[in-house]
């Protein structure tokens, strides 16, 4: 967490985030009481300070009943009553530095929530019955065969049964109901044994109870459940994390947006409910939410969430926008040419839920396990009903033996052992800044073959750094004064490597053309070639020169050039070199040109490389290399990189990348270095290992227990201690996974 | 044996607060925000679950 929250500059400045209101106005229910309730997703927010901030600053407001940020799942909920405008809300939100999103609670399923409350439930339940059946039970062992009688005896499984029986009834549900699921489908899952199982053994210890018999194992159902639902509930919440990365992909898609009436009104309105021909204002800051031309006003517009560069781009009357660009210096008036939902980030959106598709077809190694273990335990325990029906002709000893197999070969190794791999394993990427969103993620990673990177925002650093060579300290100073009141990226750019410093109080941008102040009773410019040449002299550098430059003069006298560099990673050059020596192939792909594709390509010892491709290129050319059966690690960043992080066996994007993308993607890794990836290769394939043998130790302890248990050897306490023996194995040597260092 | 009579009710009993105790955080939201709660205690406000 301290990682992560120093990655983001949390708490000095807010989220880092472009602060800017919007009007949720669409987006605010109303109850039958009157209140109003509107909720929102709070970018940037991580630690006590940034909560207590925001909560305080809205609650300033007049009318606010409550307000409340939820850290985990950053969203933010509001109450209010009287004539408040909601926009204040997102004005006081966004007003602290952080980013605001509305997040629409009907376009979202509240179904993970309601199953991971099922799931803590059943796991409250079955640990109370385990552990009082278990008093029961550890009384009954000890006075065996001493002082017991059997009245007393029978007596104490009554009272297990009064336990364990709804206990098991209701701690199993989430265990029956996917069994029966896989059923119906005509498969078996790990759930059927385990329901299998934990049904056999109440129904035989009620059996036993009511002939006052000894073979009652009401403890054994409890247990297990409680065991398996451990790790049923580890696995929920990794899952869910991918889902609260989803949540966000949903909240752009909900952006609201300016709409003009016919008689020029503004109006706001949600993007769903834009129509082709509508005219939308968009303001320096927000968004274009629907494919777009623009009939009024001309500015520079960031396209980084579609092209994945970062370099501003001029849009004037007659140019084509799509969703997703983000208006950077002068107000638009743009008209919407597609709905909302036929954007072009809404296709992208589902090509990328296209490839999540295909790779939902994984099957986890719990489930390939389970597919061979399934028929063999059955069987077995077939067999040895059978045995002993043949052998002693009772059903009664029959049934006992068989559901004492099935007992001892519950997989708990399937069930327990890999979430707690998996939890180690996620546990310690997320202390080095990576997150991970899906268990699974970590099993795809282990077997890549091909690490396949993008290049701007993944090998370089994806926002522009004042290149060293051509800066004058004196110089610098000055224009750094201008450069403070900026938002445009140069600027900032410029502002970052000059440091702190003083600002010019009367400096005053132009949108789109630069800055202008007086400094020590002289006019001085910053900003494009024309805007500067207007007044001072400007050599020719021609377009090319011109770009990813900013100029800087006084009055009359001679400009100086400011130019900018797309840095590389620092590390890029001994990942490229690490992940070789693993025996991965690495290779670049780039929607840039080829000559810069070339040098960096070159810069990082990266010999197979593609210029120039298109997003459906990208993902073509994945599917070849899938196809001569490669395995690919996809890393990127830009929206054009989404459906090819889809596509790819598994993905990696670094926080600096836009929302879609890090949900298409299965990590996240902050920071200014790629060496996450190199870790998360690691972490994965020791954890693969620690998967593999914790299945090689259970399959090792069932061939130890089976027999005994098929020749009718094994007790209600032999089956308890060996089932708690063997999941405590298993997680203590889950746990070994923390215990390694980060390779140099 | 006449202890019995009254043990095994009161240790169900005990373990019955339990888990009702556990009943009533998990519905009164207590796990919803696990995140926040451990910064919140570093905050001085007065401070009440929704």
């Known amino acids: ?744 | 044996m006449d202890a019995l009579a009254w043990l095994i009710p009161a240790a169900l009993a005990l373990g019955g607060v339990g888990l009702l105790a556990f009943m009533w955080s998990l519905r009164s939201g207590q796990y919803d925000d696990l995140d926040g709660a451990a910064q919140r205690i570093l905050t001085d406000d007065d401070d009440r679950p929704a």
């Open chain 1, 1 to 744: 967490m301290v990682a992560l929250e120093a990655e983001t500059g949390c708490p000095t400045y807010g989220g880092g985030e472009e602060g800017v209101a919007f009007d949720p106005a669409p987006f605010v229910r109303r109850d039958a009481a009157g209140r109003m309730h509107l909720e929102l997703v709070v970018r940037g927010a991580h630690c006590g300070a940034c909560l207590s901030r925001i909560e305080r600053g809205v609650r300033a407001l007049p009318g606010i009943l409550d307000a409340r940020m939820n850290l985990s799942t950053r969203k933010f909920a509001a109450v209010w009553e009287g004539a408040l405008a909601p926009i204040r809300i997102t004005e006081a939100i966004a007003g602290l530095g952080y980013g605001v999103a509305p997040f629409d609670a009907a376009a979202i399923a509240s179904d993970a929530h309601s199953e991971n409350r099922l799931l803590m439930w059943c796991l409250g339940v079955t640990a109370f019955a385990s552990m009082n059946v278990m008093l029961l039970s550890v009384s009954i062992w000890a006075g065996l065969g001493v002082d017991m009688d059997v009245g007393t005896r029978t007596l104490f499984y009554w009272l297990s049964a009064l336990i364990a029986i709804p206990a098991t009834l209701y701690g199993g549900i989430p265990f029956f109901r996917s069994a029966l699921a896989a059923l119906r489908q005509g498969r078996a899952n790990m759930d059927v044994p385990i329901s299998l199982a934990v049904l056999g053994a109440l129904a035989l210890s009620i059996y036993e109870a009511s002939i006052a018999g000894e073979h009652a194992y009401f403890e054994a159902p409890v247990m297990l459940l409680f065991l398996l639902l451990i790790g049923r509930w580890l696995d929920h919440n990794l899952r869910d994390r991918a889902r609260a990365a989803a949540r966000n992909l949903l909240a752009i898609q909900s952006l609201p947006a300016v709409r003009l009436t016919a008689s020029g009104a503004a109006e706001a309105v949600a993007a769903r409910d834009i129509v082709p021909g509508d005219r939308l204002l968009v303001m320096p800051g927000d968004r274009v939410v629907a494919d777009s031309e623009v009939i009024d006003g001309d500015s520079d517009v960031d396209c980084a969430l579609v092209t994945g560069e970062s370099a501003p781009v001029a849009a004037a009357p007659g140019s084509r926008l799509h969703a997703g660009v983000i208006n950077l210096s002068r107000r638009l008036v743009v008209r919407a040419v597609a709905r909302s939902e036929d954007s072009l980030v809404a296709q992208l959106t589902r090509l990328v839920e296209a490839g999540e598709q295909t790779r939902s077809r994984y099957v986890r190694l719990a489930d390939k396990a389970a597919r061979v273990y399934v028929p063999v335990v059955h069987t077995l325990a077939a067999m040895v009903f059978a045995g002993w029906l043949l052998i002693e002709g009772s059903v009664h000893t029959a049934a006992v033996n068989a559901i004492a197999v099935l007992i001892i070969t519950c997989p708990c190794a399937l069930g327990l052992a890999v979430p707690a791999v998996q939890v180690v394993a996620t546990g310690r990427l997320f202390r080095n800044g990576t997150l991970v969103k899906s268990g699974d993620a970590l099993e795809r990673i282990a077997e890549v073959t091909h690490v396949v990177f993008d290049k701007t925002g993944t090998l370089t650093l994806g926002r522009p750094v004042l290149a060293a060579s051509s800066v004058d300290p004196e110089m610098l100073e000055q224009a750094a004064r201008l450069a403070r009141i900026s938002r445009h990226p140069l600027s900032r750019a410029l502002a970052h490597a000059a440091g702190p410093g003083l600002v010019a109080m009367d400096a005053r941008e132009t949108p789109g053309e630069g800055i202008e102040a007086q400094l020590d009773g002289v006019r001085m410019r910053l900003g494009r070639a024309s805007f500067v040449g207007a007044f001072a002299t400007v050599p020719p550098y021609g377009k090319e020169g011109e770009a990813l430059s900013l100029f800087f003069a006084r009055e009359g006298g001679a400009a100086t050039r400011f130019t900018f560099d797309d840095v590389m990673r620092a590390d890029v050059r001994a990942v490229v070199h690490a992940l070789e020596a693993r025996g991965l192939r690495v290779e670049l792909l780039s929607g840039d040109r080829e000559a810069p594709a070339r040098a960096v390509g070159e810069a990082a010892g990266i010999a197979s490389w593609k210029a120039g491709l298109l997003p459906h290129e990208k993902t073509a050319h994945l599917a070849a290399l899938k196809a001569a059966g490669a395995r690919t690690l996809m890393i990127g960043d830009g929206l054009n990189d989404a459906p090819a992080l889809a596509q790819a066996h598994a993905s990696m994007a670094p926080g600096s990348a836009v929302d879609a993308t890090q949900s298409a993607s299965d990590l996240v890794f902050q920071g200014d270095t790629l060496w996450p990836v190199v870790e998360a290769i690691d972490v994965a394939r020791q954890s693969r290992k620690l998967v593999v043998e914790n299945f090689g130790f259970s399959a090792l302890y069932n061939a130890v227990a089976i027999p005994f248990a098929a020749l009718g050897f094994v007790t209600p306490l032999i089956a308890a201690i060996a089932m708690s023996a063997s999941s405590l194995v298993v997680t203590l040597n889950a746990l070994r996974l923390n215990g390694g260092r980060k390779a140099a």
